[in-house]
């Protein structure tokens, strides 16, 4: 199934954007691990939309509804299933341009896909709506990592022109809160001033602006993940590529090392009070597609918010002929913004399958 990602924990999406409900199932969690609702509310609520100028207009509560799995605060060993209603969908908006696929957006591909039969109001299931169910498999699985001492955290770490601080070597579970409790989650807050900027900009000019995220996981232990094919940077791609709007991924230093030698790429070996671990992290916490205990660290690239404002060229569907269109409605002038909770989602979900799959949880 394509909207379902992981082996021993496995997470399937469902929904769309301006259908009835969406959602998602887990199957593969272990019984008997407490599930805190407040705590889980408040990590959709990060993602959730309309909380601010930056952000989409669209409202929507995003209230998850637990509707299997889950025994008076416990999982109870049985696939837990979990639906967010849409409320404040308004679908009109898309009427005008149900025959021109929007550029930058799935439309064309999925009305060739599925001659011209696939839900695209608000983006269907194409759409960032659907990281609202990934933020509930997320939220649960930090959960139960927390408990075992490995925390997930990200930071816009830039937008535009406008940068953030990177991770330090050693990121801690205090620093990942205090970002999130942010308005514009960044570490340094000139940098967030300097990206609130160009948000209102680009969207003051009918435009948007794209940005990067990066995120860490602290205190997995070493040996997890497979060579070529199933490591742990593999898994982590399926996840995060499955978050609309992303472009691009990088762990460590990424493609800062063609720049590099060697000797400076190389992350040196150091044992201290009976651990091993490396002097810098420029291979971002895995080699050889195995964890090696340090932090594991990634940045992703977003692209602009494709609906904007200003007319662009498009065609019509199906007589092919060329015309424009003008897209209304509400959108992100910054999808980035929102993708920060979404990226430690993912990042949780495929750290809790690797610990399950491994026996190491």
């Not at 497979?226 to 990088?250: T, Y």
């Not at 269109?325 to 992100?332: M, Q, S």
């Not at 002038?333 to 026996?359: F, I, K, S």
């Amino acid at each position: 199934m394509s909207s379902e990602f992981g082996n021993a924990l496995k997470v399937s999406v469902f929904g769309e954007s301006h259908g009835d409900a969406i959602g998602v199932l887990m199957d593969g969690l272990p019984a008997g691990e407490a599930v805190d609702p407040d705590a889980l509310q408040r990590f959709l609520d990060r993602r959730r939309p309309g909380k601010n100028i930056l952000e989409t207009a669209r409202s929507e509560a995003d209230v998850p509804r637990l509707l299997s799995g889950i025994t008076g605060g416990r999982t109870n060993g049985s696939p837990v299933c979990a639906m967010i209603e849409n409320r404040d969908a308004r679908s009109g908006d898309y009427a005008s341009f149900s025959d021109k696929p929007r550029p930058s957006h799935a439309d064309y591909g999925a009305f060739v896909k599925w001659g011209g039969m696939a839900d695209m109001r608000g983006g269907g299931h194409f759409s960032g709506r659907l990281t609202a169910p990934l933020c509930i498999a997320g939220g649960i699985a930090k959960q139960i990592l927390a408990r075992r001492g490995i925390f997930v955290g990200a930071h816009l770490s830039s937008v535009g022109a406008a940068a953030d601080d990177p991770f330090p070597l050693f990121p801690e579970a205090p620093l990942f809160d205090a970002i999130a409790a942010k308005d514009i989650p960044v570490i340094k807050d000139t940098a967030g001033e300097g990206m609130r900027t160009e948000i209102t900009s680009a969207a003051a000019c009918g435009d948007s602006v794209g940005g990067t995220v990066e995120c860490a996981i602290v205190g997995l232990p070493a040996g997890l993940g497979d060579p070529m094919f199933d490591g742990m940077e593999n898994r982590l791609a399926k996840a995060v590529f499955g978050i609309p709007a992303i472009k691009g991924l990088e762990f460590g230093a990424g493609f800062a090392m063609s720049n590099m030698r060697g000797s400076e790429a190389n992350d040196p070996f150091r044992a201290e009070d009976g651990k091993v671990t490396t002097e810098s992290n420029n291979n971002g916490g895995i080699l050889g597609g195995i964890t090696t205990g340090m932090p594991i660290v990634f940045r992703v690239v977003i692209k602009p918010t494709p609906s904007i404002a200003l007319p662009q060229r498009t065609v019509t569907l199906p007589d092919f002929e060329n015309t424009e269109l003008e897209i209304k409605g509400r959108h992100d002038p910054c999808v980035a913004l929102r993708a920060v909770p979404a990226l430690e989602a993912a990042a949780a979900a495929v750290a809790l399958d690797m610990l399950l799959e491994e026996g190491k949880l």
